[in-house]
C-alpha cells in the first residue's frame, strides 16, 4: 500500500477509550508520537458516548470492558449517531463471542492488546479508510458471522426484483465478489491490481447505488445473490 493509498496520517482524527489510565495514556501517546490527531480520551463508556459525540473522531480505539457502560453498546449508539465514525476494538479478550458481539454492533475492525505498536498504529491508518482489521485468525470467524447473517432475513437488503434496480459496473461487481469472500481492500487491490483508494471508491459507490450502509449489509447482499460463490 502506497501513501497515496490513505488519508494523510495527521488528518486522522483518533480517540481513545479504555478504562486503565496507564494503557489508555500509552495508546494515546503512541498514537501522538506517530502523526495522528488524538482528539480525546475517556475512560468510561458514559464519558466515551459524550466526549466522542463533541470531539468527532474519525476513528475510535475502544476497550469492550469499561465501566457504566459495555464497549459494545458505546460502539452501537456511537455508530448510530454517526454512521461514517470507524471502531477498532482493542481487547485483551479473544473470545469469540466479544468478537461477533463487536462486529455485530458496528466495530470495523478487532485488534488484541497482544498486538506490536506498529501493528496498532497500522491497524488505526487502515481503519481510517474503512478497511476491516482483523486479528489472525478471527478475520475468519468473522465471515462466518457474516454468512450466518446474510441467511437471516432483514430489511437492510433492497429487493431484487424492484423496478429501476441500482446497476453495478463490471468493476463493481467484481470488487464486490471479492469482499464478499473476505478479502480485505488490500488484497482486492493487489489481485485486481489496482490502488487501494480505487477499491475504497468501488465500495462507497456500490453502497450508494444499492442503498447500503455498511460491510455486514454489502456482504449480505453479494451472499444472497451468489456472487461469493462465482
Known amino acids: 500500500m502506497t501513501d497515496s493509498d490513505t488519508m ?9 477509550v479504555d478504562d486503565h489510565p496507564m494503557w489508555r495514556d500509552a495508546v494515546a501517546r503512541d498514537l501522538d508520537a506517530s502523526g495522528f490527531d488524538v482528539v480525546a480520551t475517556a475512560g468510561d463508556g458514559d464519558q466515551a458516548v459524550r466526549r466522542a459525540k463533541a470531539a468527532a473522531p474519525d476513528v475510535l480505539v475502544l476497550d469492550l470492558n469499561l465501566p ?17 465514525l470507524r471502531v477498532l476494538v482493542l481487547s485483551a479478550s479473544g473470545e469469540h463471542a466479544d468478537v461477533l458481539e463487536a462486529v455485530k454492533s458496528g466495530a470495523t475492525g478487532y485488534l488484541l492488546k497482544s498486538a506490536s505498536t506498529e501493528e496498532l498504529l497500522d491497524a488505526v491508518r487502515r481503519t481510517a479508510v474503512g478497511d476491516p482489521v482483523f486479528t489472525p485468525g478471527l478475520a475468519g470467524l468473522v465471515l462466518g458471522e457474516y454468512r450466518r447473517l446474510a441467511s437471516e432475513p432483514g430489511p437492510a437488503v433492497p429487493d431484487a426484483d424492484q423496478p429501476r434496480a441500482p ?30 483508494r480505487t477499491v475504497q471508491n468501488h465500495v462507497q459507490n456500490t453502497l450508494g447505488k444499492l442503498q447500503l450502509h455498511n460491510r455486514v449489509e454489502l456482504v449480505r447482499y453479494a451472499i444472497e445473490r451468489g456472487l461469493d460463490d462465482e
Open 8 to 16: 494523510p496520517q495527521g488528518s486522522i482524527k483518533v480517540m481513545v
Open 68 to 84: 457504566a457502560k459495555p464497549g459494545v453498546q458505546v460502539c452501537k449508539e456511537l455508530v448510530a449517531a454517526n454512521p461514517a
Open 167 to 196: 446497476q453495478l459496473t463490471d468493476r463493481e461487481t467484481e470488487v464486490l465478489r471479492l469482499v464478499a469472500k473476505g478479502l480485505s481492500y488490500k488484497q482486492i487491490a493487489e489481485r485486481l491490481v489496482i490502488s487501494h
